[in-house]
């Protein structure tokens, strides 16, 4: 199938490749001159793991292409794939001024037999004004089709999802036979229903999620409050079937989807004449969580922490992504650095993404033993593998007293920290005694930061 994808950001990039690996002769469309100048020479401007290889092995095989609209000179594919960005307008309200042109575009090509595949986050009832306005009298059919990838593992959410939303008109089964066709060989549960139900799945599923995220978090602070442990009360949790999978305490969600969605959702709400009220609470302790560190670091020195030399582990929202969007990591440092902290930070992948968004004073090094070097006190933002798994005794060697240690993600364990001579403290663990930190299990990959 001819397929062009419009829009190389995050998810356009990720949906050409793994389309273009599907056997799918893929045209690539970005207004990007220097993104589509990267991808033509093989080189794919974000961090995903195993993406720039299946992108140039899709190139080198001829079916991955990619240009701009003015030098777009072939025919529109079968399916025109819409997946430019919605970023957060006035109000907390979607900007759908891409999306906009990017059909408008596809209706100067003139193709009558394109089927439009909506992956964009747009708000529920956008597809079907977009059909009566935009798209009226074109003969073009519209498919919301939203896409649910984890950055970091999105190749493997696209190929192997949990399930497929294919949301068109009433009776197009055409549209559906369409979709059934460019998901060739991926075996999936498939949802269809009409338009604005599968635009509202995807944001429910992002709210529902970030709620059960600030919920977690809620219960930790009780937690630290009676001395209860959040790892058995998240494990425990994990056990009822009624409750879903487990959740992780920590300083929060971020990303380009969860904190974007929400409040769009919010502000639908409101325009729609509806109280969310719990939306508005979920957005608040997620505000709340990112500064709890700040918090920790104030109480431990007494307030006085202006000269503090502080090492941030961490920068993208979440590991395997150089993604730095609402990372919780940066608002904690440009806090702390209100406060005349002394920052020095790392990231695997993140550093570069991160520089424009810091304070000049910050350090940015490259590897978790330059950052730490000297600081009073460390805290861990994103559970990296590498930082996770670092030489910790070697760290606390480096480090001067007292050694605080802030696990904003709850993936250390607290027992080993406390033997190497740190001053240990997590989200909502409480007694980090022997018991309680080696009798369950302290850290599964966090699979929490779902977009």
């Not at 004004?129 to 990838?149: A, D, K, Q, W």
């Not at 998901?183 to 999936?188: E, H, L, P, S, W």
């Not at 961490?314 to 406060?339: M, N």
Request: with cysteine; net charge negative; aromatic share 6%.
């Amino acid at each position: 199938m001819k397929i062009t994808v419009i829009g190389l950001g995050y998810v356009g990039t990720v949906a050409a490749a793994c389309l273009a690996d599907a056997g799918h002769d893929v045209t690539g469309v970005d207004i990007d001159p220097g993104r589509v100048a990267n991808l033509q020479s093989g080189r794919v401007p974000i961090y995903e793991p195993g993406l720039q290889e299946m992108a140039q092995s899709a190139v080198a095989a001829g079916r991955l292409r990619f240009t701009q609209p003015d030098d777009f000179e072939e025919p529109l594919g079968r399916v025109a794939l819409v997946a430019t960005g919605t970023p957060p307008g006035g109000g907390g309200g979607a900007d759908l001024r891409q999306m906009r042109s990017a059909l408008a575009w596809v209706r100067e090509q003139r193709s009558w037999d394109t089927t439009v595949v909506m992956k964009s986050t747009v708000p529920p009832g956008t597809g079907e004004r977009m059909i009566t306005h935009e798209l009226r009298g074109s003969g073009i059919c519209y498919v919301s089709n939203p896409e649910f990838l984890r950055e970091g593992r999105a190749i493997q959410d696209w190929q192997h999802p949990n399930r497929i939303v294919i949301g068109v008109a009433l009776g197009d089964t055409g549209s559906v036979d369409v979709l059934k066709a460019m998901n060739v060989g991926i075996d999936a549960p498939r949802i269809v229903t009409d338009i604005t139900s599968a635009e509202m799945i995807k944001y429910a599923s992002n709210a529902l999620l970030a709620t059960r995220i600030s919920f977690m978090n809620e219960i930790a602070s009780l937690c630290e409050r009676v001395g209860a442990s959040i790892d058995a009360v998240s494990q425990g949790l994990a056990m009822d079937p009624r409750t879903g999978g487990r959740i992780y305490a920590g300083v929060g969600y971020g990303g380009s989807c969860f904190p974007k969605d929400v409040r769009a959702l919010d502000h639908l709400a409101l325009t729609s004449g509806v109280s969310v009220e719990l939306l508005r609470a979920v957005i608040t302790v997620n505000n709340r969580q990112r500064l709890l560190p700040l918090y920790a670091l104030r109480e431990r020195f007494c307030g006085a922490i202006s000269g503090l030399r502080v090492a941030v582990l961490g920068l993208a929202f979440k590991p395997d992504t150089d993604d730095v969007r609402e990372a919780p990591a940066l608002d904690l440092i440009r806090a702390l650095s209100d406060d005349g902290v002394l920052v020095t930070a790392h990231d695997p992948q993140a550093n570069e993404s991160a520089r424009a968004f810091l304070p000049e004073s910050v350090e940015l090094v490259s590897d978790p033993m330059a950052a730490t070097k000297g600081a009073q006190a460390v805290v861990l933002m994103t559970e990296w593998e590498q930082l996770v798994d670092a030489d910790w005794e070697s760290i606390a060697s480096g480090m001067c007293p007292p050694r605080f240690v802030f696990d904003g993600r709850n993936a250390l364990d607290a027992a080993l920290m406390q033997e190497l001579g740190f001053e240990y403290t997590g989200v909502g663990r409480g007694r980090t005694t022997d018991f309680w930190t080696r009798s369950i299990p302290l850290y599964v990959p966090n699979d929490q930061g779902a977009q």
